[in-house]
């Protein structure tokens, strides 16, 4: 973090900071030394409702040159109402599409960006190891610290339970997920785009729960000495159990690594707010809506992959908040078009006797059915890319129960795929991260020794056992393992 000393603006080279404008600015630093930087800021586009914004800034500084990288700035009140707010990223990359001459030593740069994402079995053999490497791990099944040691013997119960089930899905659209092949063509398109923009980079695809995992990534990564890194997580919006799970990974990785620890590295966290997103989203909607009979009459459904309500309401999860920002903008863009149909928004795939984020998709179906809504047109908001949840839950489960509840007119927008106007976002939103790029771990000392208790490990271990033991054989757990793998 710096603080408002630490670079003061002698001379503005351009009068106002507008919409989609860059800004330079000459600073000078406390030290006495000058240097250009320039300011990108982009901002929501209803305009009626413009906020004032205290800008928090972090930087990094070169050890070689002493030349600051840049900073990022963000609204630190940015959670909910998003609109009219601006994002700013500082540094010295680009100017208006073009590139500025950078120092030697920029040039130099070997530049990755890593794409994350969930993975999918591509073989109906794959499917009970990867349900194991789901619920494995503890940012989907959350487990009392007590019980962690649990965690894997669980995992394995329920994969083998559900693997006859989720196998019948698979089987029901090909015999596998098409996501990693998906990922693959958005890796090469990305990598094409910024291409275009002038950026070279190499492009990796890291999924959470099957090949290539993140780890195979991050060491290709190491081997091949990448010098700035861009994390781009492919879910929209932020989620502990998606994004949050990803990066939990890669702080473990970096953190016991002295190469990975100091490198730069900017993680984008969620971009459903980015102008390119929601155009895109929009430019998909409009479309589909068009081959209705009646389009004006569609109720636009937007189903989202939903999250325990514990996430939001004990972990704070931003999820939920993120989610119902990203439709109110995706609206507002479609308003803004003259499309004025009516939309709600739903959560699909619950699992378990917990509480979910409501309303279900399932039961909203049911209900706009009996409320008369007669074509309905269904938006997969949390995905970029067709999987199980789009494919088989939305198409067939979906569809089915959507027209057996009395609506007659079905349609689904496809997910954003490699949508041009969608990647050149993508493009873009790395350009713009890269600036901000900074080590995780930047220490170089000693990692910390833990000074484990082994008789107290042990009265954990017996405790934790009694207790589980207990809970296994009540009803209630019975109960809960069932409605869990079933």
């Known amino acids: 973090m710096i603080s408002t000393k630490s670079w003061v603006p002698s001379k503005t ?36 409702t413009p906020q004032a914004s205290l800008v928090i800034c972090s930087s990094s500084i070169d050890g070689r040159t002493g030349l600051s990288w840049g900073s990022f700035c963000q609204d630190p009140s940015f959670r909910r109402n998003t609109v009219g707010q601006t994002f700013c990223s500082v540094g010295s990359w680009t100017y208006d599409g073009a590139a500025l001459e950078n120092p030697s030593h920029v040039m ?39 019980f962690r040691f649990l965690q894997r013997p669980l995992a394995k119960l329920i994969s083998v339970l559900r693997a006859p089930k989720s196998k019948e899905g698979y089987a029901a659209i090909g015999g596998g997920s098409p996501l990693r092949e998906i990922t693959d063509k958005q890796a090469h398109a990305l990598k094409t785009a910024l291409e275009t923009k002038g950026l070279s980079a190499n492009i990796y695809v890291g999924m959470r729960y099957w090949y290539p995992f993140t780890e195979e990534a991050v060491q290709q990564i190491k081997r091949d000495r990448i010098t700035r890194l861009v994390v781009l997580p492919l879910y929209p919006q932020f989620s502990i159990s998606t994004t949050g799970s990803s990066i939990r990974v890669l702080q473990h990785m970096f953190r016991e690594d002295a190469y990975l620890s100091k490198l730069p590295v900017s993680i984008i966290n969620s971009w459903y707010q980015r102008e390119g997103y929601i155009k895109a989203m929009a430019d998909l909607i409009e479309k589909e809506l068009q081959s209705f009979s009646e389009p004006e009459e569609v109720m636009i459904f937007f189903s989202a992959h939903g999250v325990p309500v514990s996430y939001v309401e004990d972990a704070g999860d931003p999820y939920r908040d993120q989610m119902e920002d990203c439709i109110f903008l995706i609206m507002q863009e479609l308003k803004a078009r003259e499309i004025n149909n009516q939309h709600t928004l739903a959560y699909q795939s619950r699992v378990g006797p917990v509480q979910w984020l409501k309303p279900y998709t399932d039961e909203v179906l049911v209900e706009l059915g009996q409320e008369g809504v007669r074509s309905l047109l269904a938006v997969p908001v949390s995905f970029v890319s067709e999987h199980i949840e789009t494919l088989e839950e939305i198409d067939m489960e979906y569809k089915h129960l959507a027209l057996e509840s009395g609506i007659k007119n079905w349609g689904r927008v496809p997910a954003l795929g490699v949508t041009s106007s969608f990647i050149t976002d993508l493009a873009d939103a790395v350009i713009e991260a890269l600036p901000s790029a900074t080590a995780m771990y930047p220490s170089t000392g000693p990692s910390e020794v833990v000074d484990h208790d082994p008789f107290q490990y042990l009265i954990k271990i017996f405790s934790g056992s009694i207790l589980a033991f207990i809970l296994l054989l009540s009803s209630k757990m019975v109960m809960a393992v069932r409605d869990l793998v079933l």
Request: glycine residues 6%; hydrophobic residues 35%; positive net charge.
């Open 13 to 48: 080279l351009l009068p106002d900071i507008v919409h989609g404008a860059r800004k330079e600015i000459l600073c000078l630093r406390s030290s006495g030394t000058r240097c250009l930087k320039y300011v990108s800021c982009h901002s929501s586009s209803n305009k009626s």
């Open 108 to 146: 130099e740069e070997k530049v990755g960006v890593l794409l994350l994402n969930l993975g999918g079995p591509e073989t109906l053999n794959d499917v009970q190891p990867f349900l194991f490497n789901l619920f494995a791990d503890p940012d989907i099944i959350r487990l009392p610290r007590l």
